[in-house]
């Protein structure tokens, strides 16, 4: 993203300088010419009411306020798929109170790489990387899923480390 500095008191000018800007900020629809268009996208954990709550609670009252789920997406450059792909590596049970507990003390729990589709690459919380290298990001997505280690430890070998892992694979 372009940074723009105000270097003097002339609004217009600096007016200027932010539209300029804005016009090379990447999109959610921007698509590339070459190959599929990759993004990294991200959410705000959640957990179930009850006792997987107040831990996420605990956690956000230890400081540990940014706590995001990231996941890597696909846009395909085919006019044939026209749904985007959604690639990305969590907990197997994400709303068991195990899940919950393993956030706070970092010990590993049973993870599972999943593969989902969207309608729309969302508009908010989602970065475009950029075009993929190869001509077919989702089967080389799903060569990278066959050799992710599926035990999960926050901080360790968790959705972060997926989606860059992901992102620097081939894509």
């Given at each position: 993203m372009l940074m723009v500095k105000k270097e003097d008191n002339d609004s217009s000018h600096t007016k200027q300088k932010k539209t300029m800007a804005s016009l090379f900020t990447p999109s959610p629809t921007t698509t590339s010419s070459s190959g599929d268009t990759?993004?990294?996208?991200?959410?705000?954990?959640?957990?179930?009411?009850?006792?997987?709550?107040?831990?996420?609670?605990?956690?956000?009252?230890l400081n540990i306020s940014n706590l995001q789920h990231f996941m890597v997406l696909i846009k395909?450059?085919?006019?044939?798929?026209?749904?985007?792909?959604?690639?990305d590596f969590q907990p197997r049970n994400p709303e068991s109170i195990e899940a919950a507990i393993s956030l706070l003390s970092g010990n590993l729990i049973p993870g599972v790489v999943?593969?989902?589709?969207?309608?729309?690459?969302?508009?908010?919380?989602?970065?475009?990387?950029?075009?993929?290298?190869?001509?077919d990001a989702m089967e080389m997505a799903m060569e990278f899923n066959k050799s992710w280690e599926t035990d999960l430890r926050v901080g360790f070998h968790d959705c972060r480390h997926y989606t860059n892992g992901l992102v620097l694979y081939k894509l």
């Open positions: 990759i993004y990294v996208a991200a959410v705000p954990l959640k957990a179930a009411a009850g006792p997987p709550q107040l831990i996420m609670s605990m956690a956000y009252s395909p450059s085919s006019p044939i798929r026209q749904e985007v792909l959604v690639f999943l593969q989902r589709r969207l309608k729309n690459v969302p508009r908010q919380r989602c970065w475009m990387v950029g075009p993929s290298k190869g001509n």
